[in-house]
């Protein structure tokens, strides 16, 4: 799967109607947080100190087994959620804020709405 691919020009929803391919690219995004063991993993990611998490960390928080996680996390990358970098035996994760700003700016609305 390719990563979420917004233009950063992307309107809002109230603007004017998405075609079928961007509607498919976001549909992607959104189906991503959809699940909330992932959207408690980018929350955790999100909200860590210097921006970034090992995948140690956020195994721990969970009641669900590492294979699970690893799903999870293979999701949010896949989607442009996600970064990661290997670091020895461990990988960290970071959260790619464009990807994140692009998906919240579709569905700001304009004040007269």
């Given at each position: ?18 075609d079928a391919e961007r509607a498919a ?89």
């Amino acid at each position: 799967m390719e990563p979420l691919e917004l233009l950063e020009c992307s309107p809002p929803l109230a603007r004017e109607p998405l075609d079928a391919e961007r509607a498919a690219a976001v549909a992607r995004g959104f189906k991503a947080l959809g699940d909330p063991v992932r959207l408690r993993i980018l929350s955790i990611v999100a909200s860590r100190a210097g921006g970034e998490v090992c995948v140690c960390d956020i195994t721990a928080a969970f009641e669900v087994s590492q294979p699970t996680i690893s799903h999870h996390l293979k999701v949010l990358k896949e989607v442009g959620l996600l970064t990661s970098e290997r670091r020895a035996s461990w990988v960290y994760y970071r959260l790619v804020p464009e990807t994140l700003g692009e998906l919240s700016a579709l569905l700001s609305l304009p004040a007269a709405v």
